[in-house]
């Protein structure tokens, strides 16, 4: 590539010579991350072990004013961590050890490279829980998940990553290392700077150490799975159980082509026989756990569903969550491309929301299959289709725009947890207003002067 | 799709965590060349052989990316190109996947000459000897490596043809291998009782080549078509029930003559038919309905099992051989954590590339030690190779065994061989 011996030479000096990666075999690898269709070369793939050595090349890159794309295991869905034209990714993968679990504070300290899952695992482990459980928890890192502000299927109940982060360190584009937030729930000492890095989307700072909230394992948990006939059942269903007072952990939905290719892959004996899927889940005391799912399964029969299904136990609900976090992957076995939608609305616009996607799918001749958390109004319908064909994918982004005006105007958000990045980035102004905009702009040019945190994504200077 | 659902299960990117040498990587690169952006270059060649080939990526991947068909087509790509081509590697091609793994009688007198060399004291002598300290390091490895040749072969010890026991319930052929045959061929006969003591009439032809496992995997695409056409004229999918294999590579490979052979107007039909036929013994015998052996040969016999790569992630028979094990009295399952990780054999992948090798035997050694079984069973020849000197190296105290066998001997323990007398 175009990186010449002295910088690959600077580069290795920082990191050792087998911590830069410049060959193109290297390289093709690292340029896409989960989102389809978007694709850039990098100059150089550089692995970190630790905060110094990040400290180390951000100072660097800032000298000499080289782009750098901070990159976890790629699995965003926005284009995050997409390669820049002339910059080098920052590859955390390799900064992967959990340094505390702190049962007396029920609090996890974890390098920005330890897989989700690994941080689930350990917080269990000591009879704790770490509740987001984004689809791709089983690779992607935690330091993404903080930097993207990641949610998953417990949010309705739970929220999302940003309410179980106590404390960052994140290295600034000068190098310096800022440390904020504490193991203390209570902290109003300054601005919340921990709160302007999370979903920062590696524009504002490399995050390097997570300190995460856990909270004790809930003693039961009941899994239902509804099926109906009708979309609009089941989203009905979903107003019914929040207006009995109920918070269910998970209230997830999927449609027809979505469960078939689902079950194709997970084979857990979804049926393939109607049009709406819920997959209910409630947690907590086992007497609330026991009233709620009975509640729920009379709310979902009253609604007339075809069939509710209890799992019969721990292990057959955690194959239903995971094939259920399987959905969006699964649906490219109907379609090379695949391309989803994230749009959210407040729950009570969720049923009108949906019959629009599907109108507008109608009306751009696309095609389509929807699966969601229905429970906090974020949907994922995703289209699918070849990038290959230019003329659908024109008709994709054209019916995109419908979707987004559409859910801002029912009160919603362009994106309710996958992020702006480089997909979303053209819609951002005219979701924020000018007053947003204009802050977030002169943020980011505090704390990045030069510009070399992953120019290009989430707004324009 | 590149969701990289596929990277926590590839053990070639978890050992480097690096995107070139996983999955979603080098399709990436398969892509690249596909596209036109990138030439075939010898870092691509050896990145298509350091991948294991073990498919656990096909298991993990929601969008059901056919890796295998993409991963033999790129190796067969790579010495189309040529760009690994050396001297020394032509040589050793030449010699074994072009020669000697082409004609089984060629296969059976290498093994009859290792055996003298075994038998005689030869072995013996040139280790006590010193000589080999004379030897690369790497030729040293593989000396310590060779394993014990059986004394007799498959067509020694079962006979063509062996009538079913009791009520006739199918006419099977029963496939024997090429490394099988020479390294474990008790097992071969093992499969022959359990197919007979299950009612079944076992046709074992001799001199059967070798699928073309090996040949497909090292992109030897021709090679592989010739084989697969001779092993239909031998074993005629017509006459036979089912065609059971009792490795799960050779298996995985087995299953898929139709399309390897689908552009062949004479073949192409036969070969479907085949592909439907071919069975591994495990799924074989619980489809079939399994005749739980009378008594145990050996009560209280703790035993974990370690799961052949391309039995699970290519045959997808996952339960099957743990019913197997269950159904033998007095055979206690213990899970083995992990047990679905490569254990590093993956073919000739031990010999090409031992350092990733190693560290994959390790890896499994360390959790097999950890279960405090007294048997690891596990279906597939290059598996009980590799724990067999996996487990011997490390001081481990397990036998290593193919299910299979601990069930033709549960079935013996009435005292009587249904299929010809243990090797």
């Known amino acids: 590539m ?25 390289l093709i690898p690292y340029s896409f991350d989960g989102t389809a269709a978007l694709r850039a070369m990098p100059e150089a793939v550089v692995f970190a072990h630790s905060t110094s ?9 800032n000298e000499a004013r080289v782009p750098v794309i901070t990159r976890g295991s790629g699995t965003g869905l926005s284009g995050g961590s997409l390669p820049s034209p002339h910059g080098i990714v920052l590859c955390l993968t390799k900064m992967g050890r959990i340094l505390e679990v702190d049962a007396a504070n029920l609090t996890l300290l974890a390098e920005c490279g330890v897989t989700t899952v690994t941080i689930a695992d350990a917080a269990a482990g000591m009879g704790l829980f770490y509740p987001p459980d984004p689809g791709s928890m089983k690779i992607s890192t935690i330091g993404g998940n903080v930097a993207e502000n ?10 999302i990553t940003r309410n179980y982060v106590m404390g960052l360190e994140v290295v600034l584009p000068d190098g310096e290392v800022l440390w904020t937030g504490n193991k203390c729930v209570k902290d109003v000492a300054g601005y919340s700077l921990r709160d302007l890095f999370i979903g920062s989307e590696g524009t504002l700072g490399v995050i390097t150490k997570v300190l995460l909230r856990l909270l004790p394992k809930p003693a039961a948990k009941k899994t239902l799975v509804a099926t109906f006939d009708q979309m609009d059942r089941a989203a009905q269903t979903v107003s019914d159980i929040i207006a009995a007072k109920i918070i269910p952990c998970t209230l997830e939905f999927l449609d027809r082509t979505t469960i078939a290719c689902v079950e194709d892959f997970a084979k857990v004996g979804l049926p393939l026989d109607c049009e709406a899927l819920l997959l209910m889940e409630t947690d907590g005391h086992p007497a609330a756990v026991a009233e709620e799912a009975a509640q729920m399964e009379s709310l979902a029969r009253r609604n007339g569903a075809m069939e509710v299904r209890v799992a019969k136990d721990e292990a057959e609900a955690n194959r239903l969550a995971s094939a259920r976090r399987s959905a969006f992957s699964a649906l490219a076995r109907v379609a090379p491309t695949t391309i989803l939608e994230d749009a959210t609305v407040p729950r009570s616009e969720l049923a009108r929301m ?28 995703t289209f699918l289709t070849d990038e290959r064909n230019t003329a659908e994918m024109a008709r994709v982004h054209e019916a995109f725009k419908e979707i987004f005006d559409e859910a801002i105007r029912l009160g919603g958000t362009i994106t309710g947890e996958h992020g702006i990045g480089v997909a979303k980035k053209e819609f951002l102004p005219k979701f924020a207003g000018d007053a947003s905009m204009r802050v977030m702009r002169e943020l980011r040019r505090v704390l990045d002067p030069h510009a070399i945190l992953n120019p290009g994504k989430m707004f324009d200077p | 799709m590149h969701c990289g659902m596929c990277l926590p299960t590839c053990p070639t990117y978890d050992a480097t965590k690096l995107e070139r040498h996983s999955p979603r990587g080098r399709i990436a690169l398969m892509r690249s060349i596909a596209d036109g952006e990138l030439e075939a270059t010898r870092t691509f060649g050896e990145e298509m052989y350091f991948c294991l080939g073990c498919l656990a990526c096909m298991t993990a ?7 295998a068909e993409l991963f033999e087509h790129a190796r067969a790509e790579v010495e189309e ?25 060629r296969l059976t007198a290498v093994g009859r000459a290792m055996r003298l060399y075994q038998e005689l004291g030869g072995q013996a002598l040139v280790r006590g000897s010193g000589i080999l300290r004379l030897l690369p390091k790497r030729l040293r490895e593989l000396e310590a490596m060779t394993p014990p040749v059986c004394r007799k072969f498959s067509n020694e010890l079962i006979a063509r043809v062996i009538p079913a026991q009791g009520e006739r319930r199918a006419r099977v052929a029963l496939l024997t291998g090429c490394a099988q045959d020479l390294l474990f061929s008790d097992v071969n006969l093992d499969t022959a009782e359990v197919l007979v003591r299950n009612g079944c009439e076992v046709h074992t032809p001799p001199d059967q080549p070798c699928c073309g496992s090996l040949h497909a995997h090292n992109g030897e695409w021709t090679l592989a078509q010739q084989l697969a056409r001779r092993m239909i004229d031998l074993l005629p999918p017509e006459s036979f029930d089912a065609i059971i294999s009792n490795a799960g590579g050779c298996g995985s490979h087995l299953k898929h003559y139709s399309k390897l052979l689908a552009d062949d107007a004479a073949y192409a039909a036969r070969a479907r038919l085949w592909d439907a036929k071919v069975k591994d013994i495990h799924e074989y015998l619980i ?21 052949s790569c391309h039995l699970s992630h290519g045959q997808k028979v996952v339960v099957q051989p743990r019913q197997v094990l269950r159904a033998i009295p007095g055979v206690e399952l213990v899970e083995l954590p992990e047990s679905s990780w490569c254990c590093g054999s993956a073919g000739i992948y031990n010999l090409t590339q031992p350092e990733m090798a190693g560290q994959l035997l390790d890896r499994k050694v360390g959790h097999i030690r950890a279960t405090g079984v007294g048997v690891v069973a596990t279906g597939n020849p290059g598996c009980l190779l590799q724990l067999i000197n996996g487990c011997r190296a490390a001081g481990v105290p397990v036998r290593v ?19 010809g007398e243990p090797a």
């Not at chain 1, 990641?150 to 929220?159: H, I, M, P, T, V």
């Not at chain 2, 050996?298 to 370690?306: E, K, M, N, Q």
Request: charged share 20%; hydrophobic share 40%.
């Open chain 1, 2 to 26: 175009a990186l010449d011996t002295a910088t690959r030479g600077r580069l290795a000096s920082l990191v050792g010579a087998e911590n830069v990666l410049t060959a193109r075999e290297d």
């Open chain 1, 53 to 61: 050595e990040v400290a180390d090349v951000l100072r660097w890159a």
């Open chain 1, 150 to 159: 990641s949610g998953g299927l417990r949010g309705l109940k739970y929220g």
């Open chain 1, 354 to 381: 949906i019959r629009f996607v599907e109108q507008v799918a109608r009306k751009h001749g696309l095609r389509i299959g929807t699966f969601g958390h229905m429970g906090d109004g974020n949907l994922h319908p």
């Open chain 2, 61 to 67: 991947c929601p969008a059901g990316v056919n890796y």
């Open chain 2, 81 to 105: 190109s040529g760009v690994l081509h050396s001297p020394r590697r032509s040589v050793i091609r030449g010699l074994t996947v072009k020669w000697l793994f082409m004609e089984h009688p």
């Open chain 2, 287 to 307: 489809g079939l309905g399994i005749r739980p052996p009378a008594a145990s040969s050996a009560p209280g016999l703790r035993v974990t099992y370690h799961e």
């Open chain 2, 401 to 419: 065994a193919h299910p299979i066998t601990l069930l033709a001997e549960a079935y013996r323990s009435d005292g009587r061989c249904a299929a």
